[in-house]
C-alpha cells in the first residue's frame, strides 16, 4: 500500500474543471501483444487565467505528444504515476491557451489486463469498461464525469479475427486496408457519437461475433436499427433479451416521454465482466449471465434478471447519458432514479406485489446491513478513497427508494412533470442530486427541505409506532416517534421526513376512512401520513370500531418497524389486508416472532414446538392454494416462505448462526410433516397446469415458482427425495432441474449421498459446455446446508471449469458460499473466515473490483458473537497487513479496523 494511494477524494474539495474538450478523435491499433492508442483532443479553457493541464493517466506508455502540431519539449511537462501535467502552456502555445489541439499516442496491453477495467481481452474479443476512471488507463484524458465531449472513433484490427469492429454512436465509414508484404487483411471502422458524453461512457469493442438484429420505431416515427452481438453458439438465446429492450423502449416513450436518440442501439454480450451490464452510449456492454437466456439453461429468475438488466441500461440513456453527474459523489442521480425506473417497468411486465417484495426482500437483507457495519454510507458520499467500492446497495437500492418516497409525496401526475422539468432542464449536462430534488420541487411547489436528509445521513431510520383507541370518543391515535443510529462519521442524527403509508382495518378486513378533525372540520386524509418531527401524533376520528393499524403500506419507506402486533393481529393482517405488500409482510413477521420465541426456547435447552397460530396462518394459504385457481401464484409463494437465514442475521443484535439454523430448519420440517398431504397436493396440481414445461410467462413462472416451494418443503418427508430425482430426470426447464437439484444436495436423507455424487457429475456432463449452467451448478453446491461444505467449496476451487478469472465463476462458487451459506462459513474454528481472507489476497493481484466486492461478509463482523467477530477481524487485520493491497481492498479492512 502507497501512501498516495490511500487518499480520499472529498466531495467539498469539488472544482469545475480548468478545461474542456470539445471534441474527442480517438484512433485504436489492435494487434496481439499490444494497442496503439492516437488521441486528438481539442481543448478549450472553462476557468480565466488557467495555464497549466493536469490529465489523468495511468499505467500507460507515452509514445508521444503534440500541441497544436508541435511536440512538446522535454521539461515542459511532467508525468507521474497517476497523471501527466502540461505546465506555462501559455508559454509552449506562445498566446492565451484559451483553445487548442493535443495530441498524444500511447501504448496499452489490454491482453495482461486482468482487472478488466479499461480495454481488455475476454477470450477473444477486445472490449471496454471504463466506468467510473477506466478510460485513464487507455490515454491522458479529463477523466472526470463533468467533462462531456464529442467523441469519433476509429478502430483498426485483423479481418479474420475480429471482424466486428464497434463503437459508440452510428458507424459513418469502414474499410479493409491494404498493406505491403502482410498476409492478413487488416480493415478500420470509424463510429461517430454526435452527443457530447463524458469518458466513462466511452466503449469499443473487436471481436468475432454473431449479430441479432430487429427494429423499434420510436413514438415518433423513426426507426431504430436494433443489434445484439453474442459468440456465435448462443444466437439461439437472445430473443428475450431483444423483446426485454423493445418493451422497455415503448414503456420509456410511455411513462416518461423518453425516446431513443440515436439510428442504432447495441448491445454485446462479453463473459468476463466485472458487473451486470454497462449502458455506453449507443453500446451497452453485458455480462453474459445478463443477456443470455432459454428456458432450456436459464433459470426463471435469470430470464427476469435479463429483463430487469437490459431495461435499466437501456433507461440510462436519458437517466445518466442525456444527464450526467457531475462528480462521482452524485452517482445515486443515475443509478438511484435508474434502479427506481426498471423496478417499476419490471412491476408493470409481472406482478407489482412480488415485485416489491423481492425489492425490499433485499433491501431489508443486504442494504440494511451495509447501512449497520462499517462501511456505511449516504446516498450522497462525502468522501472515498476507491470509487468502484462506492456502487454499492446504498447508492444502487436505497437511492431508488428516496426516489420512490418521492413519487409517493408528489403523486404519479406531479412526478412526471418533475422529470420532464430535470430532463428539459438538464439535458446535456452533468448535474448533481440537487438539482434533481429542485426540478421535483421547482415543478410540484412541494418543500422537499427535510426530505434532502436522505442523501446526506447514512443509516436506517427506525419508527415506534403505539396505538390506542378510545371506545368512548371513537378516536384512533398512533404515537409515531423516529430515531436513527449514529454511523462512521455522523453521530447525531437530524430527523428525517418519512412517508407512512397506513391503513385502518375493521373487523372483516376493510379499509375504514381515515378522517381527522381539523377546526371542528371533518377532513378525509389521505393514506400517507407526513413524518417529519422526532415525536408526533396522528389522531383519526369517527373510528366506529377498535381498528387493526396496517402500517408502512408497500414498504413507503426503508426504515425499521417496531409495532407490538398480538399474533392473531398478524394472522389478521396476513390474511386479510388489502396491501399485497403487508399481507406477506404479516406473514413474516409471524415467522419472526415464533422464531424468536424458539430461540429461547432453544437456549433455554427446551424442547421445540410450534405455535399453532403458525399452523393455522400457514394452513389459511395453503386452502387458498389450493381453491382459488386465480390468486398470484408467485405471491402464494412468498406468503409460504420462512425468512431466510442472511435476513435473521441481519435483524439480530447479535447473532448465533447455529441456533438460527436449528430453529429455522426446525420450522421448516414441522411444517413439511404437518401439511403434507396438502403440499403434495399443490405441487401435483401446479405441475398438471403447467401445460409448456418452457413457457416463461409471468403466469408460469409463478406456477414454477409455488410447484418448487413446495417441492422445497416435501424435500424433508420420505418421498422428497425420489420426487426431486423424478423432477431432475424428467424436467427440461432449467428452473426445475435447478429446484430438483437443491433438494437433493440439501436432502439429510440416508440414501441421498450416493444419489448426490451421480447427479453433481451427471448435470457437469450434460451441461460442461455452457458457462452459465454451470455458474448455477457451482452456486447450487456452495450453497448446500450440509455439513462439510468448506471442504466441497475448496475441492471446487481446482475443478477444470473453475477459475480466477471469471467474476462470474467467483461470485457462483466462492462469493455464494461466503455470503448465502452461513452454517458453513461461519464455523466456530473461523475456517471460513480464513478461506474468504486468502481468496481475497489472491484475487486482489488479479482483480481488486472483485477482491473488495467479495469481501463484504467479512465486513459483517458486528452482527457476530464476541468469539466470531475476533475471527472475523483476525482475517481482516491479516489482509491490512499484507503488503501492495490495491485501494480497493485497502479501504475496505481500513473502514472495517478504524
Ligand atoms: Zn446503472
Not at 619 to 641: G, M, P
Not at 867 to 887: G, P, W, Y
Request: aromatic content about 10%; charged content about 25%.
Amino acid at each position: 500500500m502507497k501512501d498516495s494511494q490511500a487518499k480520499a477524494t472529498l466531495l467539498s474539495n469539488y472544482k469545475i474543471p480548468d478545461f474542456l474538450i470539445n471534441e474527442t478523435l480517438l484512433k485504436f491499433e489492435l494487434f496481439e501483444t499490444h494497442a496503439i492508442v492516437d488521441s486528438s483532443l481539442q481543448f478549450f479553457r472553462n476557468v480565466e487565467g488557467a495555464d497549466e493541464l493536469v490529465l489523468d493517466g495511468q499505467d500507460l506508455e507515452l509514445i508521444s505528444l503534440e500541441i497544436e502540431g508541435q511536440p512538446i519539449p522535454a521539461g515542459s511537462y511532467e508525468v507521474t504515476e497517476s497523471s501527466l501535467t502540461i505546465l506555462n502552456l501559455a508559454k509552449i502555445l506562445n498566446k492565451d491557451p484559451d483553445k487548442f489541439t493535443l495530441k498524444c499516442v500511447t501504448r496499452i496491453e489490454p491482453q495482461n489486463n486482468t482487472a478488466l477495467e479499461c480495454l481488455y481481452k475476454s477470450k477473444r474479443m477486445f472490449c471496454t469498461q471504463c466506468e467510473a476512471e477506466g478510460f485513464r488507463r487507455i490515454t491522458y484524458y479529463l477523466d472526470r464525469p463533468d467533462v462531456m465531449s464529442k467523441f469519433t472513433t476509429t478502430i483498426i484490427a485483423d479481418k479474420a479475427s475480429y471482424p466486428t469492429l464497434l463503437s459508440n454512436g452510428n458507424l459513418v465509414a469502414s474499410k479493409d486496408l491494404d498493406v505491403d508484404g502482410q498476409d492478413s487483411v487488416r480493415h478500420l471502422a470509424t463510429w461517430e457519437d454526435p452527443f457530447k458524453k463524458p469518458s466513462y461512457l466511452f466503449a469499443l469493442v473487436a471481436g468475432n461475433l454473431s449479430c441479432k438484429e430487429d427494429v423499434f420505431s420510436t413514438a415518433s416515427e423513426r426507426e431504430v436499427a436494433l443489434k445484439i452481438f453474442v459468440e456465435d453458439k448462443d444466437v439461439n438465446k437472445i430473443d428475450h433479451a431483444m423483446d426485454s429492450l423493445k418493451r422497455a423502449m415503448k414503456w420509456d416513450e410511455e411513462v416518461y416521454g423518453r425516446e431513443y436518440d440515436l439510428d442504432t442501439f447495441m448491445i454485446v454480450a462479453v463473459d468476463d465482466f466485472n458487473m451486470g451490464a454497462m449502458e455506453n452510449k449507443g453500446l451497452n456492454i453485458f455480462n453474459t449471465s445478463c443477456v443470455l437466456a432459454n428456458p432450456l439453461t436459464t433459470t426463471d429468475a435469470a430470464f427476469q434478471r435479463v429483463e430487469a438488466v437490459v431495461a435499466h441500461e437501456y433507461f440510462h440513456n436519458w437517466s445518466g447519458n442525456r444527464v450526467t453527474c457531475r462528480d462521482w459523489f452524485q452517482l445515486s442521480l443515475k443509478e438511484g432514479f435508474t434502479v427506481y425506473r426498471d423496478a417499476e417497468f419490471s412491476a408493470r411486465m409481472g406482478s407489482p406485489v412480488v415485485k416489491r417484495i423481492e425489492d425490499v426482500s433485499f433491501l431489508q437483507t443486504v442494504q440494511f446491513a451495509e447501512d449497520s457495519g462499517p462501511m456505511s454510507h449516504p446516498v450522497r458520499p462525502d468522501s472515498y478513497i476507491e470509487i468502484s467500492n462506492f456502487y454499492t446497495v446504498t447508492i444502487y437500492e436505497k437511492g431508488a427508494e428516496v426516489v420512490r418516497m418521492i413519487n409517493l409525496l408528489l403523486g404519479d401526475a406531479q412526478f412526471r412533470k418533475g422529470s420532464d422539468l430535470y430532463f428539459e432542464r438538464h439535458d446535456g449536462q452533468a448535474v448533481t442530486t440537487e438539482d434533481f430534488v429542485c426540478a421535483m420541487e421547482d415543478s410540484s411547489g412541494e418543500d422537499l427541505s427535510l426530505f434532502r436528509r436522505w442523501y446526506s445521513q447514512a443509516g436506517t431510520p427506525r419508527l415506534e409506532i403505539n396505538g390506542h383507541y378510545d371506545e368512548s370518543e371513537k378516536t384512533y391515535t398512533l404515537d409515531v416517534s423516529q430515531s436513527c443510529l449514529p454511523t462512521p462519521g455522523q453521530d447525531k442524527k437530524l430527523t428525517f421526513h418519512i412517508p407512512l403509508k397506513i391503513g385502518l382495518l375493521d373487523k372483516l378486513g376493510n379499509d375504514m376512512p381515515l378522517l381527522q378533525r381539523e377546526n371542528e372540520e371533518l377532513l378525509e386524509i389521505d393514506c400517507v401520513l407526513n413524518v417529519t418531527n422526532e415525536n408526533q401524533r396522528f389522531v383519526f376520528v369517527n373510528v366506529e370500531e377498535s381498528p387493526i393499524p396496517s402500517l408502512l403500506r408497500g414498504f413507503s419507506a426503508p426504515v425499521t418497524l417496531g409495532f407490538q402486533y398480538t399474533r392473531e393481529e398478524l394472522s389478521f393482517l396476513a390474511a386479510h389486508d388489502n396491501d399485497g405488500f403487508n399481507k406477506w409482510n404479516a406473514g413474516q413477521l409471524l415467522f419472526l416472532d415464533v422464531i424468536d420465541e424458539l430461540l429461547k426456547m432453544n437456549s433455554n435447552n427446551e424442547n421445540l414446538f410450534i405455535p399453532s397460530c403458525l399452523y393455522t396462518t400457514f394452513n389459511c394459504v395453503l386452502e387458498s392454494a389450493l381453491t382459488n385457481q386465480e390468486c398470484d401464484k408467485a405471491l402464494l409463494a412468498y406468503l409460504l416462505t420462512v425468512p431466510s437465514i442472511p435476513f435473521l442475521i441481519e435483524r439480530s443484535d447479535v447473532a448465533n448462526v447455529s441456533a438460527l439454523y436449528k430453529v429455522r430448519e426446525f420450522i421448516l420440517e414441522s411444517l413439511a410433516f404437518r401439511f403434507k398431504i396438502e403440499l403434495e397436493r399443490i405441487y401435483f396440481d401446479t405441475a398438471e397446469s403447467l401445460i409448456n414445461p418452457l413457457s416463461v410467462s409471468g403466469d408460469d413462472i409463478g406456477r414454477r415458482m409455488l410447484k418448487n416451494l413446495c417441492l422445497s418443503y416435501l424435500a424433508y418427508t420420505d418421498k422428497g427425495l425420489s420426487l426431486c430425482e423424478s423432477q431432475l430426470r424428467s424436467s427440461r426447464n432449467m428452473t426445475d432441474q435447478t429446484a430438483a437439484l437443491r433438494g437433493i444436495l440439501n436432502s439429510g436423507d440416508e440414501n441421498a449421498e450416493v444419489l448426490r455424487e451421480s447427479v453433481v457429475l451427471e448435470f457437469y456432463e450434460r451441461w460442461k459446455d455452457e458457462p452459465l449452467v454451470i455458474d448455477n451448478w457451482f452456486s447450487l453446491q456452495a450453497t448446500s446446508s450440509l455439513p462439510g461444505g468448506l471442504g466441497r467449496v475448496e475441492t471446487l476451487l481446482s475443478h477444470e471449469a473453475f477459475t480466477l478469472k471469471n467474476p462470474n465463476k467467483v461470485r457462483a462458487l466462492i462469493g455464494a458460499f461466503c455470503g448465502q451459506n452461513a452454517n458453513n462459513f461461519h464455523l466456530p474454528g473461523g475456517e471460513g473466515y480464513k478461506f474468504l481472507a486468502d481468496q481475497v489476497l489472491k484475487l486482489d493481484a488479479i482483480n481488486p473490483q472483485i477482491a473488495a466486492r467479495l469481501l463484504v461478509p467479512l465486513t459483517r463482523f458486528k452482527k457476530f458473537e464476541p468469539s466470531a467477530r475476533a475471527l472475523m477481524l483476525n482475517q481482516i487485520n491479516r489482509i491490512k497487513a499484507t503488503n501492495s493491497l490495491s485501494k480497493d481492498v485497502f479501504e475496505i479492512v481500513e473502514k472495517c479496523t478504524i
